[in-house]
Nanobody, 121 residues
């Protein structure tokens, strides 16, 4: 069993900041990439940011400079610091992790349950 549990979503005013966290737990041998997607109402899910086990990062072009992804390998967690938030950042944010379970030969992408971020005055 593997679980990803997200926290940190909520309501914030335009220009404000939020920090999302996602913790992986369970029968984990190793974690490769971790990251975040988001899905706004009526839109497709889109990549927000990803980070490799070695710390290499990638971002959606439109979010560079405002969002920062980081991870703590010892705690199997990934964070997303979101600054200068805009109403168009409103979405459900989902974390993911590419995990090799104990006793398994293949990685599998696990997803969190999603956390709502609403940017509104």
């Amino acid at each position: 069993q593997v679980q990803l549990v997200e926290s940190g979503g909520g309501l914030v005013q335009p220009g404000g900041s939020l920090r999302l966290s996602c913790a992986a737990s369970g029968s984990i041998f190793s974690i490769n990439a971790m990251g975040w997607y988001r899905q706004a109402p009526g839109k497709q899910r889109e990549l927000v940011a990803g980070i490799s086990s070695g710390g290499s990062t990638r971002y959606a072009d439109s979010l560079k400079g405002r969002f920062t992804i980081s991870r703590d390998n010892a705690k199997n967690t990934v964070h997303l610091q979101m600054n200068s938030l805009k109403p168009e950042d409103t979405a459900v944010y989902y974390c993911y992790a590419d995990i090799l379970r104990h006793g398994s030969y293949y990685e599998y992408r696990y997803w969190g349950q999603g956390t709502q971020v609403t940017v509104s005055s």
